[in-house]
């Protein structure tokens, strides 16, 4: 199994650019999220969705937004970047019901100029 | 909303010392997860807890649950340089939200 896969791992963006970060898992989980992770500041979550057409917000939505068309993708969208977005993306599912381990992604580093 | 208190932020121990991190909600938790991350890597899932006084271990950690289900602990016995990395734990307060705690940053020196 893939697991999560997140694309692309490496982006450069100038600001006010808009860019799309990609999730996918292929393990039928229902719950799926974003987290960023700044260098002190651990791992935040920015939107999580618990099915196909359901998202809400987490601790640091602001500048994110999130769609859940299909169980396998959750896809992240900056419309204008800016700098204080620099950081490492993760992406991370779980099977709901399960109360188990979130699966996470390798990351995507996005750097705005 | 809740907040995850993490201490220390930093460790550095001399191989075969001991290590641990604690871990601080400020609300009342389902149950606790922890990982662990790897330098570069991502977050690999270790252990979830709990029960109330929930005491678990795997080799040389030991991973605890306190009573009132707000703070938690791993302890790593005699630790070793593939123990290096960042351990997190991550409170579950039953509204779906995952929430990380700032971690703790340890380095072995062999």
């Known amino acids: 199994n893939a697991g999560v896969t997140q694309t692309p791992k490496f982006q450069v963006l100038k600001t006010g650019q808009s860019m799309t970060l990609q999730c996918a898992q292929d393990?039928?989980?229902?719950?799926m999220s974003w987290y960023r992770q700044d260098p002190g500041m651990g791992l935040r979550l920015i939107h999580y969705?618990?099915?196909?057409?359901?998202?809400d917000q987490g601790e640091v939505p602001n500048g994110y937004n999130v769609s859940r068309s299909t169980t396998e993708d959750f896809p992240l969208r900056l419309l204008s970047a800016a700098p204080s977005q620099t950081s490492v993306y993760f992406c991370?599912?779980?099977?709901?019901?399960?109360?188990?381990?979130?699966?996470f992604g390798e990351g995507s580093r996005l750097t705005v100029l | 909303g809740q907040q995850v208190m993490q201490i220390p932020q930093y460790q550095h121990v001399q191989e075969g010392e001991d290590f641990t991190t604690y871990c601080n909600s400020s609300?009342?938790?389902?149950?606790i997860q922890w990982y662990k991350q790897r330098p570069g890597g991502h977050p690999v899932f270790l252990i979830q807890l709990v029960k109330s006084g929930e005491v678990k271990k795997q080799k040389r950690l030991t991973f605890q649950f306190g009573e009132a289900k707000k703070n938690s602990s791993l302890h790593i016995t005699a630790t070793q340089t593939t123990d290096v990395g960042t351990y997190f734990c991550?409170?579950?307060?039953?509204?779906?939200?995952?929430?990380f705690g700032t971690g703790t940053r340890l380095k072995v020196l062999a």
């Open positions: 969705s618990v099915g196909a057409g359901i998202t």
């Open positions: 609300t009342t938790l389902s149950n």
């Open positions: 393990m039928n989980h229902e719950y």
């Open positions: 991550a409170a579950f307060s039953g509204t779906y939200k995952y929430i």
């Open positions: 991370a599912s779980h099977k709901m019901g399960a109360a188990g381990e979130l699966f």
